[in-house]
């Protein structure tokens, strides 16, 4: 699976959208984007996943440039319990197989 | 029902103990994973069970045992473990079908070694 870099942590201000972004430059044909978050002392929560295009869930949305080697989490009105540790996760589409998470960005949101 | 539990929420034991950590699933998935998350690091996989069978390990030490008894149920059993065992250990589950990748997590059991 290919590697992903993301910043170790980002601050935004309540009610304001919060970018996330994510580098995969070395992202394969049949790979797709997937963004997880961990809020402290829980376990990992799905947010979105895309391949190519464009997608949004009642969650965020996930931007994916053309050339499929980055993408932004976009998170649209941020609040405080949007706090939390982001990852984005590169993965072929096989049906029962790991999650290998990088170090994620830790996002803090500010009243 | 959408939820991964898992039990105990909280479990401390000796290197000599022999306990076991549960988690359940009713929402028909057909795989199911533990993963290990120590303190300030991501979570780690540990084990997989596709279709109720071991489908990977992760190279892990074999004080660690787990087990699928059934579709909805996995446990994982603690033999003998180190003080560098202690750790916050994860459930997870999906479909387990190409294309259906979304793993839900439980909420974790976190784990202490005396």
């Known amino acids: 699976d290919a590697k992903t870099t993301q910043p170790p942590s980002m601050d935004c201000a309540e009610g304001r959208a919060a970018n996330l972004p994510c580098n995969h430059s070395t992202i394969s044909g049949n790979e797709y984007v997937y963004w997880y978050r961990q809020i402290h002392s829980q376990g990992p929560q799905y947010i979105i996943h895309g391949l190519k295009n464009n997608e949004t869930n009642e969650m965020a949305s996930l931007i994916i440039t053309e050339d499929r080697k980055s993408s932004t989490l976009i998170l649209p009105h941020a609040t405080l319990r949007d706090t939390a540790v982001y990852y984005c996760?590169?993965?072929?589409?096989?049906?029962?197989?790991?999650?290998?998470f990088g170090q994620g960005t830790r996002l803090t949101i500010n009243p | 029902d959408t939820e991964v539990t898992q039990t105990p929420k909280h479990l401390v034991m000796g290197m000599t103990n022999k306990k076991s950590l549960k988690c359940e699933q009713h929402?028909?998935?057909?795989?199911m994973y533990w993963y290990k998350q120590k303190a300030k690091k991501p979570p780690e996989l540990m084990f997989v069970y596709s279709y109720e069978k071991l489908s990977i390990n992760e190279s892990v030490p074999s004080r660690f045992s787990p087990e699928c008894p059934n579709s909805s149920l996995l446990n994982l059993h603690l033999h003998a473990l180190q003080p560098e065992d202690s750790a916050l250990y994860l459930c997870?589950?999906?479909?387990?079908?190409?294309?259906?990748?979304?793993?839900?997590f439980g909420p974790g059991t976190r784990l202490t070694v005396l």
């Open positions: 996760i590169v993965r072929r589409p096989q049906g029962a197989q790991k999650l290998v």
């Open positions: 929402m028909g998935h057909r795989a």
């Open positions: 997870a589950s999906s479909q387990g079908q190409r294309g259906y990748n979304e793993q839900f």
